[in-house]
DNA sequence: CTTGTATAGTTGCTAATGCAACCAAGTCAA
DNA sequence: TTGACTTGGTTGCATTAGCAACTATACAAG
């Protein structure tokens, strides 16, 4: 208590403590959608958002996963480039696009999405069943709790 | 259990909980440090791990933070620039130079450091101290058990 | 119907990251 | 001492993120 300043630890800040573990699971999983097809993080979570809810329009990405707009925006056009995502003009709104996976698009997610499930089982049976469970609640408390505006920095 | 990729949610993908978390507590605290300081996340990280362990070498603050080496390397020469960082030679190893905080990045580091605190402090509060204590526990083994090859991103 | 404002999505510019290549100083062994 | 190899640190280049400005459509009120 001598010095107030002296108390800090980064190590123990939890912000920096979720980024590390954040930094170092997703790191592990970066080498199945980069070395695999290329893809950024943003492109994955896309894809990993249309595959599993069906065809949406950009905004209701952004608003499901806290994704900024632009990031969307590029993460889409690449995807669409690489032909694994159609645009439809939405029938209800002139300047929404509805958007979609195409088979191939599918395909990937399949590949991905299984190779993330064995992932994710990997990280909680490594913390047993319960505690990810609870990790999981605090986790979802967090980022509820501490709204990122609009949209999230990746 | 009849489609297997059907099951993958991303919502519930620890990586992706982890990041989501991650952003929102540390687009909280980044207000801190950038609006006031100009500083970018890895500035503030060194800058509190030299505010608390002292002076010591680039390298002593990758190993310890597991920041990128070039990342320690850009920040030590903006904090040294903006006068709170000063270098010297290493004694004992003509490579490396021992860095430390000048006064005014000492001033620098109570104040943000009083702010980190009492974020953190928020933060923790929010949880509750047990589920605190427990989150710190778990990140602290995800973050060692997949360890970030030689360097965290950030 | 036209004027004002909000919203979907894109683009441009700057800053920050990631990786590899690069110096310079140390180490170790003959 | 010389020569092969490691290590501390910086730099260059390509990619990505972040923010603000912009286009085009929608909606609401007069």
Redesign the pocket.
């Known amino acids: 208590m001598t010095d107030p300043t002296g108390d800090f630890d980064l190590q123990d800040f939890l912000p920096y403590l979720l980024n590390q573990a954040a930094e170092a699971t997703s790191r592990g999983f970066q080498a199945a959608y980069r070395d695999r097809y ?1 893809f ?3 492109q994955w979570r896309v894809l990993a958002n249309l595959g599993k809810f069906g065809a949406m ?6 608003a499901i996963s806290h994704i ?11 995807l669409e480039q690489a032909g694994m995502l159609a ?1 439809a003009p ?1 029938p ?8 979609s996976l195409t088979d191939r698009g599918r395909a990937v997610f399949a590949d991905l999405g299984g190779l993330a499930l064995a992932f994710d089982r990997q990280l909680r049976a490594m913390l047993g069943e319960g505690d990810a469970g609870q990790l999981v609640a605090l986790l979802r408390r967090l980022a509820e709790a501490a709204p990122p505006g609009e ?4």
Chains 1, 2 share one sequence.
């Open positions: 290329g950024t993080r943003t329009t950009a905004r209701d990405i952004c900024e707009k632009t990031k969307v925006s590029r993460a889409v056009a690449a645009r939405s209800t709104d002139g300047r929404a696009e509805l958007l949209a999230a920095g990746d």
